[in-house]
């Protein structure tokens, strides 16, 4: 990257074989086309290069994070109560999960099964019992409630992962959550 840079600034300034006038003007004719058209290409190559490999270092999701589509998923290591988890959430720039669609669902499923813990996603009806909404304030439109679910056994207002199925459960509870936020594409991508 160091020898671009320094072959850039050679064009910028004073392109070798470039000649100065009486006047102390530089002459660009004094340089041949086909010199000078050479070092554009080859500082063209190395950029396209650099660029190749910036690309595949290229991270769309922070690390400890999972891509998913177009969003990252984080989840935790440690137990907090709905809000809890929610606050955490949003200090790191995202929010407690909102699922949008089965495949959402059953990569959730996927990560749940493998953990087998209790998991908070982004949804509740603590504002007014019986309307449920998620962290962003959009209606639940798509759910995946377990048989008899919600049933606010005890004010139950906030929503946890199951299994594979959604409980209502009393957002005092401590669970696991998942944070989401959209990934960052990839330059070319």
């Not at 290409?41 to 270092?57: K, V």
């Not at 998913?68 to 709905?82: D, N, P």
């Not at 929610?86 to 499923?109: D, M, P, T, Y």
């Given at each position: 990257m160091l020898a671009t840079l320094v072959q850039v600034s050679r064009i910028r300034?004073?392109?070798?074989?470039?000649?100065?006038?009486?006047?102390?003007?530089?002459?660009l004719d004094a340089v041949p086309h086909e010199q000078t058209y050479s070092s554009l290409e080859q500082i063209r190559q190395q950029l396209t290069q650099i660029n190749a490999s910036l690309a595949g270092l290229c991270r769309p999701c922070p690390w400890d994070w999972e891509l998913f589509q177009e969003s990252c998923y984080l989840f935790s290591k440690t137990l907090g109560s709905w809000e809890a988890s929610a606050?955490?959430?949003?200090?790191?720039g995202a929010h407690l999960v909102i699922v949008n669609s089965v495949e959402e669902q059953r990569f959730l499923k996927y990560w749940h099964i493998r953990k087998n813990e209790l998991t908070w996603i982004g949804?509740?009806?603590?504002?007014?019992?019986g309307s449920w909404k998620w962290v962003d304030d959009s209606p639940l439109q798509l759910s995946f409630w377990r048989e008899g679910e919600p049933n606010n056994d005890g004010d139950e207002d906030c929503v946890e992962l199951a299994e594979d199925k959604w409980n209502d459960r009393r957002c005092t509870a401590n669970n696991f959550w998942v944070c989401e936020q959209p990934s960052d594409p990839c330059p070319g991508h």
């Amino acid at each position: 990257m160091l020898a671009t840079l320094v072959q850039v600034s050679r064009i910028r300034g004073y392109p070798q074989g470039q000649t100065l006038d009486q006047q102390g003007s530089s002459r660009l004719d004094a340089v041949p086309h086909e010199q000078t058209y050479s070092s554009l290409e080859q500082i063209r190559q190395q950029l396209t290069q650099i660029n190749a490999s910036l690309a595949g270092l290229c991270r769309p999701c922070p690390w400890d994070w999972e891509l998913f589509q177009e969003s990252c998923y984080l989840f935790s290591k440690t137990l907090g109560s709905w809000e809890a988890s929610a606050s955490s959430c949003r200090a790191l720039g995202a929010h407690l999960v909102i699922v949008n669609s089965v495949e959402e669902q059953r990569f959730l499923k996927y990560w749940h099964i493998r953990k087998n813990e209790l998991t908070w996603i982004g949804l509740s009806d603590h504002r007014r019992e019986g309307s449920w909404k998620w962290v962003d304030d959009s209606p639940l439109q798509l759910s995946f409630w377990r048989e008899g679910e919600p049933n606010n056994d005890g004010d139950e207002d906030c929503v946890e992962l199951a299994e594979d199925k959604w409980n209502d459960r009393r957002c005092t509870a401590n669970n696991f959550w998942v944070c989401e936020q959209p990934s960052d594409p990839c330059p070319g991508h």
